[in-house]
């Protein structure tokens, strides 16, 4: 089966999901015509990308639902978010790099695929990126500071402070919603000073942004897409953003 039609029948399984709260795994055979080994290879992808629970005879969301915000928006176009962040691994320098990573859903996705590299020194103020890097053989570097909730992230002073003393050969941002807006925004005041930072204290500067950014706006604008270098996306891009940016910056589009 083509990889499209795998990828748009996990899409409506979540979007199911989403909807009962549950998915029997025969349910699921008889709604998209495949056999229910199948299905249960669908349930097994998507667990392990914390999308899903596997629970008997089908699947429920993850409960990881329960640790906030920003887990619950890494389950929101999180194929678009998968391709985006597999373009991201082919930009990572050598090994002995060191790696700045802020905070949002689609850096955190990126950071379940770097755990499983070796000899990269991350530097981060993301809780889910520590949290994903805990275990792993590369060393980390935690900024600290005021624990935001919404954001799962740490920011003010002390963390600005303690990024400012650094070098990175890269880092990896996102981005909040930016239609309207001439740069990559934040939703609130505080990622503000920590956000320009990384881009200040990076020989490379990276976003990741699924199409859906492009759809909505943000409070605060953060920098001019002058200051980055690339920006990493999927093919939903509005056709008017895709023309702008490509006169700014180096444009990929995940697909």
């Not at 990889?3 to 998209?32: C, P, Y």
């Not at 890494?74 to 597999?86: G, P, S, T, Y």
């Not at 996306?233 to 006169?247: F, Q, R, V, W």
Request: charged share 25%.
């Amino acid at each position: 089966m083509k990889t499209k039609h795998i990828e748009e029948r996990r899409e409506q399984i979540v979007n199911i999901i989403k909807q009962k709260g549950t998915l029997d795994t025969e349910e699921a055979s008889r709604i998209f015509g495949v056999s229910s080994e199948t299905i249960r290879q669908d349930f097994v992808f998507l667990e392990k990308k914390g999308i899903l629970e596997k629970v008997y005879g089908g699947a429920k969301l993850s409960s990881a639902d329960e640790i906030g915000p920003l887990i619950t928006r890494q389950k929101e176009n999180f194929l678009a978010k998968d391709h985006i962040v597999r373009k991201a691994l082919e930009f990572l320098p050598d090994s002995d790099s060191i790696i700045g990573m802020d905070t949002g859903s689609t850096v955190a996705l990126l950071a379940s695929y770097l755990s499983r590299r070796e000899h990269l020194l991350l530097v981060t103020n993301s809780h889910p990126v520590m949290h994903n890097m805990i275990n792993s053989n590369n060393r980390l570097y935690a900024l600290g500071g005021e624990y935001n909730k919404s954001e799962m992230s740490y920011c003010g002073e002390q963390a600005v402070h303690a990024l400012e003393k650094l070098s990175l050969d890269i880092c990896f941002l996102g981005t909040s919603g930016v239609l309207n807006r001439n740069g990559i925004c934040s939703k609130d005041f505080e990622e503000i000073r920590i956000k320009q930072t990384y881009l200040k204290r990076s020989h490379r500067k990276i976003v990741l942004a699924d199409s859906s950014k492009f759809t909505k706006a943000s409070l605060v604008e953060v920098a001019p897409w002058g200051d980055v270098d690339i920006l990493i996306t999927d093919s939903g891009i509005p056709a008017n953003a895709k023309k702008m940016l490509e006169s700014v910056l180096t444009l990929v589009i995940a697909e």
